[in-house]
């Protein structure tokens, strides 16, 4: 008699037979007949088989017995992943990460759900981080049997060399631990996934933060390998189209202590450190010692060191614990969200709190502080589910087209087509939250901002880089009194003129122009004075009105940016140019049109200074005028071309008393143009000529006297004066032009010296005369008066003799002519009474 297998599977059934008699149960079919559908159904099997009792069973029927019952799984087929996890080196994730594939692994093949007729078995090795040694296990796993379905690495450069090789071996990569924005590029990664997001996903959470606290000027330090690198590049892009500056770039390959000097020398504030677990001990042991730390730094790190990172001993630094733990507090880590934060039940029938739970006595109680890869460990875990899920979904297609898993080899590309349609449509909820990739197979997630406080990180938000949305604690902490300055805060601060020295200078150029009016008041009312008339009246009012022009420059030359806004400080320019130009144009030309004329007349032959000593008045004028158009015309080309506008000198910054983070930028505010050396080099050649000439002309004419301008003398000492002045205070006005009260009191003060020197020397003696001696009251008057007025009489009789002396002596040389060699006769009747009229 045989037992038929539902009565097996029903164990309330009776058995017909004691059990002494009961026969063995005959299998006439092969062993794998006795592989039902469900692994279920095949563990209840075995449960009754071995409750009852098989008297006289044959060897074959026992042992398989034994196989099936003691593994379930027994008779499903193997596909094997080929693993590299780093359990040292820069990032040693492999120490967590292994536990938890292990565990959803061992959840994978329990279920009957996810690939019921396969199993799942991990080959993995200690990549150290290492692409050199990445590439030697690399090869092990690909030429040494069984046959890989899929590559599983970890660490960004060991992943970069694994993903770019896989291709070549139509094999998929899903990456539980790489962060590099290099692997999100199709054309050199065709086959390659990661549960980690691109760390690129953390330059929109620094951007944002740099926004948020005002900072407008970064610093960068990076390890020289293509994960930073690509990263850095990346949030150059970024924050430049934000408006913030990179203003030092650093990077290292295994000794950080010069760049970390760099950034200090460069005065660094707000950091961004892109580097290993490891080297960043070494940065931060440099940070301590260069004190690059405190109240005017915050540095920006990656998240996903341990958490206690820090206080790891490390023979490669030579700094304490302590020490290491004062440079590194305060500072601002960036992470990918690897846990889910919500109490929900994923693929895995387990939330987040569970996992943590089992993944710790899977670790046996260690420290997870002290544990590499310990925030990564959920990715690993949803890496695991994420490819289970994958593969069960590419079962009935595969089946469809004749395929099945276990046909996979390294040049079956529609097997591989299959499982990367599959991965690139995963959309499941794991323990580290939503999973789902991009086009460029990399993980979607927030973003965790941390602040290390006291020595403990503590969450201040989280970043949204999908919608923009920053969700913010208010639990940041700072040294000081908030988040510090990008940089030194600069306080710009203009030096103005001394209102006391502009006041003093003010009141003198003030009664300067007072003394003008009366000047031009007195020479206009004597005007028919016959003394006043001998010295050019006119001549001389266009002398005081020059000077008084030249005294009222003095007041824009003294206003600056506290009398007027920025706005109106191109008109004061204007008007310093214009009134100075032009003061010293009419002041200066008149007097040097006298002197110039006085030199014409009498320092020539006798027979040009006789068509010269009658020059008419309006010849006079015109030569002022001459000299007036060519500063109008100078002027007009000069601000049409290049006209005047404000300039802003800067000067060595000053450290103000105190502990304040804070810097000094004294400034000055110049009238200026874009060529103003070129055109000051024009107008101060051709003044300094007329100076020159003008001198030279009184040195000639110092001693000549002449009634048609009788003051041309002190025309002359005003000449030399006034050159004098002038040729002194151009070029030292130009030196001290970077000090305003020494430059307004120079220029300011020439300018009030030689308008006082010029009105005293040519009009008090006038007055004086005037008034001391009554010349105003009459003309006739004067011809009673002695001292120069006989000398000017004199003088005249001198001249009219001449004349006739010299109309004589023609008249003698034409009468001789005539006579050639005849007896002379008597002279001439006009010649008698000429000759008598000349005796005295």
């Not at 596909?79 to 565990?103: D, K, N, R, V």
């Not at 069960?392 to 080899?409: I, M, Q, S």
């Not at 008066?785 to 006989?790: A, D, E, F, L, V």
């Amino acid at each position: 008699l045989s037992l038929s297998l539902s009565s097996l599977l029903h164990p309330a059934a009776p058995s017909p037979l004691p059990a002494s008699q009961r026969p063995c149960l005959l299998i006439e079919q092969p062993p794998v007949t006795l592989r039902l559908q469900h692994s279920e159904a095949m563990a209840r099997l075995c449960q009754i088989l071995l409750l009852r009792s098989v008297p006289r069973c044959s060897l074959t029927l026992t042992l398989t017995l034994i196989l099936f019952c003691s593994c379930p799984a027994l008779g499903k087929k193997k596909l094997y992943i080929g693993a590299l996890f780093p359990m040292s080196g820069g990032w040693p994730g492999g120490q967590a990460c292994l536990p938890s594939a292990q565990m959803a692994l061992d959840l994978v093949n329990k279920r009957t759900d996810i690939l019921p007729d396969y199993e799942l078995e991990l080959i993995h090795y200690d990549s150290m981080c290492d692409p050199g040694e990445a590439t030697k296990l690399l090869y092990d796993l690909l030429y040494t049997e069984p046959i890989k379905i899929v590559l599983m690495p970890g660490c960004s450069s060991v992943s970069t060399l694994v993903a770019e090789a896989a291709r070549m071996w139509n094999l998929i990569v899903l990456s539980y631990g790489s962060s590099s924005p290099a692997l999100s590029n199709r054309q050199r990664f065709p086959t390659f996934f990661r549960t980690h997001p691109s760390a690129t996903l953390h330059n929109p959470t620094r951007v944002q933060l740099f926004q948020k606290w005002k900072w407008t000027k970064i610093a960068t330090i990076q390890q020289t390998t293509e994960v930073f690198t690509s990263t850095l590049d990346d949030l150059e892009e970024r924050v430049r189209e934000a408006g913030i500056e990179i203003s030092v770039r650093q990077s290292f390959l295994t000794d950080p202590a010069v760049a970390v000097k760099n950034l200090k020398r460069q005065d660094a504030r707000i950091i961004v450190g892109l580097f290993y677990e490891t080297e960043a001990r070494k940065v931060f042991c440099e940070v301590y010692k260069e004190k690059l730390y405190g109240k005017k730094y915050v540095w920006f790190l990656i998240g996903w060191y341990a958490d206690n990172w820090f206080k790891i001993k490390d023979a490669s630094i030579n700094c304490t614990v302590e020490q290491m733990t004062e440079a590194v507090e305060g500072h601002v880590t960036t992470e990918i969200v690897m846990l889910n934060p919500e109490t929900v039940r994923g693929a895995s029938k387990l939330t987040s709190q569970e996992f943590l739970a089992q993944l710790m006595s899977k670790l046996g109680g260690k420290n997870p502080e002290e544990t590499g890869g310990f925030q990564e460990a959920p990715l690993a875990y949803d890496a695991v589910w994420a490819l289970a899920l994958a593969l069960n979904k590419t079962v009935g297609p595969l089946k469809a087209k004749g395929h099945r898993l276990e046909d996979f080899n390294y040049n079956n590309r529609d097997i591989t087509v299959e499982i990367y349609r599959a991965m690139n449509t995963s959309s499941f909820e794991g323990v580290s939250g939503h999973v789902v990739f991009d086009a460029q197979g990399s993980r979607m997630a927030w973003t965790l901002i941390e602040q290390l406080q006291g020595g403990s990180y503590k969450k201040i938000g989280y970043y949204d880089s999908t919608k923009g949305n920053l969700s913010w604690y208010g639990n940041d902490k700072w040294i000081g009194s908030g988040p510090p300055a990008d940089q030194t805060v600069v306080i710009e601060e203009f030096r103005y003129l001394s209102q006391k020295l502009f006041v003093s200078v003010s009141v003198f150029a003030g009664l300067g122009i007072l003394l003008g009016i009366v000047c031009l008041t007195f020479n206009i009312y004597n005007r028919n004075v016959r003394y006043i008339q001998n010295s050019q009246p006119y001549l001389n009012n266009m002398t005081a009105v020059g000077c008084m022009m030249a005294l009222a420059a003095v007041f824009p030359l003294g206003i600056d940016g506290l009398h007027v806004h920025r706005r109106q400080f191109p008109v004061v320019c204007q008007f310093r140019l214009w009134l100075l130009g032009l003061g010293f144009s009419i002041a200066y030309g008149s007097m040097f049109t006298k002197i110039w004329w006085v030199h014409a007349v009498f320092t020539k032959k006798d027979e040009k200074k006789d068509k010269r000593k009658h020059l008419e008045p309006w010849k006079l004028y015109a030569t002022v005028g001459v000299l007036l158009c060519i500063d109008i015309l100078s002027l007009i080309i000069w601000q049409i071309l290049d006209p005047l506008h404000i300039t802003v000198e800067k000067f060595t910054r000053e450290a103000p008393k105190g502990d304040l983070d804070v810097l000094i930028q004294p400034l000055l505010e110049h009238c200026s143009s874009e060529k103003m050396t070129t055109w000051l080099g024009v107008v101060y050649g051709y003044k300094g000529l007329l100076l020159l000439l003008g001198i030279f002309l009184a040195y000639e004419t110092k001693s000549i006297s002449t009634e048609k301008i009788n003051d041309h003398r002190a025309v002359g000492m005003a000449i030399y004066n006034v050159a004098v002045l002038c040729m002194i205070t151009a070029p030292v006005t130009m030196i001290l032009s970077s000090q305003q009260d020494a430059s307004f009191a120079f220029a300011s003060l020439a300018i009030v010296f030689s308008v006082y020197i010029t009105l005293v020397v040519l009009f008090v003696p006038k007055m004086r005369r005037l008034i001391t001696r009554g010349e105003w009251q009459s003309d006739a008057q004067e011809t009673m008066k002695t001292g120069s007025s006989t000398n000017n009489n004199d003088e005249e009789k001198s001249r009219q003799l001449e004349r006739e002396n010299k109309e004589l002596q023609k008249i003698i040389q034409e009468y001789l002519a005539e006579l050639h060699f005849s007896i002379l006769p008597t002279p001439p009747l006009k010649y008698q009474l000429s000759l008598n009229r000349s005796l005295p």
